[in-house]
């Protein structure tokens, strides 16, 4: 059974950078895509970057280009979201997901909160 | 963009009972679109996929039909569990899927 585990999750000024991971256990990680999707409180889900199962090709929503970079560790069954220059925006629950086009597996999210 | 408009916005019905809820996409997605259940503090779960493809462990309850713009998620007879909000989600337009604004089914 696929298991993700989000973390990372913090309060975090405008303008500042926060790190976020998910393990993922239960299944072949590398040949998987990867994805986060976001959920501002209250509000629907917005799909927010993705990743192929080798790394190699990245994607990402035009609100995050440039400010949010995915990765990924295959060695480590990890995933992973930087991102940089948050606006208040950016406020949601992060989810890590497993797969490319629609999303089969979810973990339990991590709270990013961008506020002064 | 593709803009996908879910309705009703809340459904409301009793334990039982059929319920049908819709999806609609501002052009084509083909039947590049899946459907999830969120329960109030847990994360989304993937129902349907490939508009009428059963996701591993669902129940045969629910059911999705349609292609190209319209879109029906149905739910034959509401259990318990089942009061919760869905959304549609298309990946026509991979990598840029978008989700529909949410259909909360609550109890009658």
């Known amino acids: 059974e696929p298991q993700l585990v989000e973390s990372g999750g913090a309060l975090v000024q405008p303008g500042g950078s926060l790190r976020l991971s998910c393990a993922a256990s239960?299944?072949?990680?590398?040949?998987?895509?990867m994805s986060w999707v976001r959920q501002a409180p209250g509000k629907g889900l917005e799909w927010v970057s993705t990743?192929?199962?080798?790394?190699?090709?990245?994607y990402y929503a035009d609100s995050v280009k440039v400010r949010f970079t995915i990765s990924r560790d295959n060695s480590n069954n990890s995933l992973y979201l930087q991102m940089n220059r948050l606006r208040a925006e950016d406020t949601a629950v992060y989810y890590c997901?497993?797969?490319?086009?629609?999303?089969?597996?979810w973990g339990q999210g991590t709270l990013v909160t961008v506020s002064s | 963009e593709i803009v996908m408009t879910q309705s009703p916005a809340t459904l409301s019905v009793s334990p039982g009972e059929r319920a049908t809820l819709s999806c609609r996409a501002s052009q084509s997605v083909s039947s590049n679109l899946a459907w999830y259940q969120q329960k109030p503090g847990q994360a989304p779960r993937l129902l349907i996929f490939g508009a009428s493809t059963r996701a591993t462990g669902i129940p045969g309850r629910f059911s999705g039909s349609g292609s190209g713009t319209e879109f029906t998620l149905t739910i034959s007879s509401l259990q318990s569990e089942d009061f919760a909000i869905y959304y549609c989600?298309?990946?026509?337009?991979?990598?840029?899927?978008?989700f529909g604004q949410g259909t909360k089914v609550e109890i009658k």
């Open positions: 997901a497993k797969g490319l086009q629609y999303f089969d597996n």
């Open positions: 989600q298309q990946y026509n337009d991979w990598p840029s899927g978008t």
């Open positions: 990743i192929s199962g080798s790394g190699g090709t990245t």
């Open positions: 239960g299944f072949i990680f590398s040949s998987y895509g």
